[in-house]
Nanobody
Framework: QVQLEESGGGSVQAGGSLRLSCAVS????????MGWYRQAPGKEREFVAV????????YFAESVKGRFSIFRDNSKKTVTLQMNNLKPEDTAVYSC?????????????????????WGSGTLVTVSS
């Protein structure tokens, strides 16, 4: 059984940085594209970033391009979302997810059935 556990959420002022980590247990980590999604209060969940199984390809939502980066360590079975220059509109619960499809399909929203496994999420609050 694949389990995902996020850490690193918290509160920060606008312009600050946070680093979210996701540790994966079970399954074959290097088989999965790994992504981050977020859900703000009263809004639907949205895609933030995804990284391919090899780490060679990354994709970002337009709203976070140039501010967020994503990387993975297959030996440690972790994926990290580095968030810089945070804005109040980045406030949300951030969830880590794993999917067996090509990474670009999750960025495009065309992956059949979406991500296969999800973490429970971690709250990020950005104050102005």
């Amino acid at each position: 059984q694949v389990q995902l556990e996020e850490s690193g959420g918290g509160s920060v002022q606008a312009g600050g940085s946070l680093r979210l980590s996701c540790a994966v247990s079970g399954g074959t980590f290097h088989s999965y594209a790994m992504g981050w999604y977020r859900q703000a209060p009263g809004k639907e969940r949205e895609f933030v970033a995804v990284i391919s199984w090899s780490g060679g390809s990354t994709y970002f939502a337009e709203s976070v391009k140039g501010r967020f980066s994503i990387f993975r360590d297959n030996s440690k079975k972790t994926v990290t979302l580095q968030m810089n220059n945070l804005k109040p509109e980045d406030t949300a619960v951030y969830s880590c997810a794993a999917g067996l499809g090509p990474a670009y399909t999750y960025a495009e929203g065309t992956a059949r059935g979406g991500m296969d496994h999800w973490g429970s999420g971690t709250l990020v609050t950005v104050s102005s």
